[in-house]
């Protein structure tokens, strides 16, 4: 699944958020310089961004696809998964993961990250949590159970809660890697107008849907628009940037 975003990787660019500006600010603050390494960079979303901020980022990922579209806004990337990835001497300030990091072995991603950082680099972590209003989001879960009875239902709970278990689970890496500091989780929330288009847009590009069959996602979003509809065709959704940080140590020798 982790190589399934790719089969339509500019509707992803296109329709997948960025992440709030004082994230990026708070990461490069805390890093001692601004060369970046951004793992599971896909289309180049929060390189970008972090490239707008004036560091130098050079992104790694898995699918070709992916890599293509990041490298056509100008980000330089290199195909591998990370645990395969030949640094080649290389160091970075910064690790980097949006929307990524629960792809990578929690324990050998937060060692090689340690391995390629300089002393007191940071690796950060990061997820979007987002959150429809109440009575959009009970919408939404209806219509998954009527369309997907038999998939997990994000929508049927606190969806922070699954992005706070994919925190956990990255701090518990961190910690058993041992070549990195004691983890910090930060959290950043904000806003997001959205439109029933842009909604349906992103849609597709969300884990799993891009295997599905193309009647079934056409009612899916059937659906789901007819739910957007129903409250006036837009709506806010409420976002927690969730993020899991900790500093190299800085007595650690390179590998």
């Known amino acids: 699944m982790a190589e399934s975003f790719g089969a339509d990787a500019e509707r992803y660019d296109r329709a997948r958020p960025g992440y709030p500006a004082a994230l990026v600010e708070r ?3 805390a890093s001692p310089g601004p060369a970046v390494l951004d793992v599971g960079c ?19 990922d898995p699918d070709v696809r992916m890599a293509g579209v990041a490298r056509q806004s100008g980000v330089q990337v290199e195909v591998a ?16 993961a949006g929307q990524a990091w629960h792809w990578v072995d929690p324990v050998a991603g937060a060692a090689k990250a340690a391995r390629v950082l300089r002393p ?10 987002f959150q429809p209003p109440p009575s959009l989001g009970e919408a939404f879960a209806e219509v998954y159970r009527q369309v997907m009875p038999d998939a997990p239902n994000l929508w049927a709970g606190p969806i922070l809660g699954a992005y ?19 983890p910090e989780q930060w959290r950043f929330g904000w806003e997001r107008p959205c439109t029933r288009g842009q909604w349906l847009e992103q849609v597709p590009t969300f884990g ?11 009612d899916l979003l059937a659906g789901i628009g007819a739910a957007i509809d129903a409250v006036g065709g837009s709506f806010t959704m409420r976002y927690t940037t969730v993020v899991v940080t900790a500093a190299r140590i800085a007595s650690l020798d390179p590998a």
């Open 27 to 29: 990461i490069a603050a």
């Open 42 to 60: 896909g289309t180049g979303i929060a390189a970008r961004q972090f490239q707008a901020a004036d560091c130098r980022v050079l992104g790694v």
């Open 81 to 96: 998964a990370f645990e395969a990835w030949d640094p080649a001497g290389r160091a970075f300030d910064a690790v980097i």
């Open 120 to 129: 007191g680099g940071r690796l950060a972590v990061f997820w979007n949590a």
């Open 164 to 182: 706070l278990m994919m925190c956990s689970k990255a701090a518990g890496g961190i910690r058993q890697a041992g070549a990195v500091g004691g």
């Open 208 to 218: 799993g849907h891009t295997r599905l069959p193309p009647a079934k996602l056409e």
